[in-house]
């Protein structure tokens, strides 16, 4: 591990490609970043495959194939109702014929349409060829087991498989829900991040850190759990957040830091490199970034 907090490339180098493709994290190897961070859903046939959502419709061109129309179908997953097609309806066969495709209208799209949609499989032998860690996120956990899809087995099996075993392992496992972590404590002693987003409150307290401690090494919070923004947007002062992680034993890994515009709060006045100084100085132990170049400088 390097003295520096930690570079996790977010979905890949995702600011400059598609992300979740296998293109997207070799960038972000060069970039030099510690890990790539691949958020995991799964095919009808049971292979984990790397997308921000079960829901593909933003990021690969399946609305443009003729042959997937009738597979558009509408769903209620973790008390929400979602239209679009899903990877647990495909075969990986069948995913392997689509192409990744950029999400945000602001960002370059000239890559739309070269990459596929990669297997952990295979990012896992890019993280061993290339020597990085890796950062795995279980998406939709309950809502997959609860279709008969569970994650986390063959989560653990390939990271096994992989030669990713023990404490020091470069890997993190990540999960905003806390019952695939618990899940996970009794499958692997591979160090495990609970994930807390700007509504998660009365987890961010001392009260709630000293729970997550008993079953995880640390937070990924919202950044705006750290540093709060008020209804105009403008930033308020950094909370007592990662100090009290800390007393608790926990490591502090915060997300998102990006450099568009749109993303970044008016207090940097347009420099996205201000903003990770204000973190590093507040001394959490990693930053979750599209842009690894920002920080592995
Ligand atoms: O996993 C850290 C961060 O990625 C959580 O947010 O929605 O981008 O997966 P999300
Ligand atoms: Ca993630």
New binding site residues.
Partial sequence: MPSRPLV?A??GASGYRPEHTLAAYELAIEMGADFI?P?LVITRDGVLVAR?ENDITGTTDVIDRPEFRSRRKTKWIDGREVTGWFTEDFTLAEIKTLRARERLEFRDRQFNGMFEVPTFQEILELARRRNVGV?P?T?FPSYLRSIGLPLEEPMVEALQAAGFQGRDAAVFL?S?ERVSLKLLKTMTDLPR?Q?L?DAAHTMATPEGLAEIATYADGI?P?KRLIVPAGPDGRLRPPTSLVEDAHRAGLLV?P??FRSDPVFLAPDYEGDAVREIEQFLSLEVDGL?TDFPDLIAR
């Fill in positions: 996790i977010h979905r961070e958020d921000h950062y996120e998406k990540q905003f991040i994930l987003d990924g919202d890994h997300w998102t979750f």
